[in-house]
């Protein structure tokens, strides 16, 4: 299914976006060498029903997990890159995290991820995983403009990680938003320019790019959920949920305050 938001609908979603960039920059500010991930779970749910939201992850089960997630939030670590579930680890220092978060208020969802490394130590290869993500989610933000296509978002994104010499893998990518977390169109991280869905206003989108360090193969935990790269190198992942509007891409889940 494809929505094509109303302009009162996407007013709703500039408050969902909003809630989740908030979130995620308040546990971001919380987490420290120490934190637990089931911490940040329990925190993640306290701020969601603060606000009147719902979680768009707990009772998610599609084809690709084991039965309901169970949670608030995808915690990954280091070589966990997508849907990671949290469970009882203490972070260190140097640990590269992941943070995914996806709510619905009034009706409609949004969805962000940001990845940090925790404490002092500065890892470069981390650092570089973080920035490449970042570069290539601008990237796909500028060129999902009113009459382009999906494909040029994908182009754009896999430029940047491809240029930066990191394996692209295409499972997994970027969708559509809107009443519910995951719809069509699938938005590749690597793509052909002038192809797939046109681009209209009111179309929401997640883009989402992510990438391991040394490979394009991704494992699943035991918990049927956690995905890890194959190889056990790091990994690193950023997500926007982004309005198409008349005047071009706004981005939805920035946080509100500094």
């Known amino acids: 299914m494809i929505e094509i938001l109303s302009p009162s609908r996407v007013e709703r979603a500039r408050r969902t976006g909003a809630l989740v960039g908030d979130i995620l920059q308040t546990l971001r500010h919380r987490t420290e060498v120490g934190t637990n991930l089931l911490t940040l779970d329990r925190w993640t749910k306290e701020l969601i029903e603060e606000a009147g939201a719902t979680s768009c992850y707990v009772d998610y089960a599609p084809s690709f997990g084991r039965g309901p997630f169970g949670h608030h939030l995808c915690t990954g670590v280091n070589d966990a890159v997508l849907h990671g579930r949290p469970r009882d680890q203490v972070l260190a220092d140097g640990d590269?995290?992941?943070?995914?978060?996806?709510?619905?208020?009034?009706?409609?969802?949004?969805?962000?991820?940001?990845?940090?490394?925790?404490?002092?130590?500065?890892?470069?290869?981390?650092?570089?995983?973080?920035?490449?993500?970042?570069?290539?989610?601008a990237a796909g933000i500028a060129a999902a403009q009113p009459g382009a296509r999906t494909g040029d978002i994908s182009a754009a994104i896999g430029a940047v990680l491809s240029g930066a010499g990191y394996p692209v893998n295409t499972e997994f990518g970027g969708h559509g938003i809107g009443s519910t977390m995951h719809q069509d169109p699938h938005v590749a991280n690597t793509g052909r320019p002038g192809r797939g869905y046109p681009l209209r206003p009111g179309l929401l989108l997640a883009l989402e790019p992510w990438v391991m360090a040394d490979t394009d193969e991704l494992v699943t935990d035991a918990d049927g959920w956690t995905l890890r790269s194959a190889t056990g190198c790091r990994t690193a992942h950023s997500e926007h949920t982004v309005a198409i509007t008349e005047d071009g891409p706004e981005v939805l889940t920035l946080p509100r305050a500094a």
């Open 96 to 137: 590269l995290l992941s943070l995914d978060l996806a709510v619905t208020l009034d009706g409609v969802a949004a969805d962000a991820a940001i990845s940090f490394v925790v404490g002092e130590a500065r890892p470069a290869e981390s650092v570089a995983l973080v920035e490449v993500t970042e570069r290539a989610l």
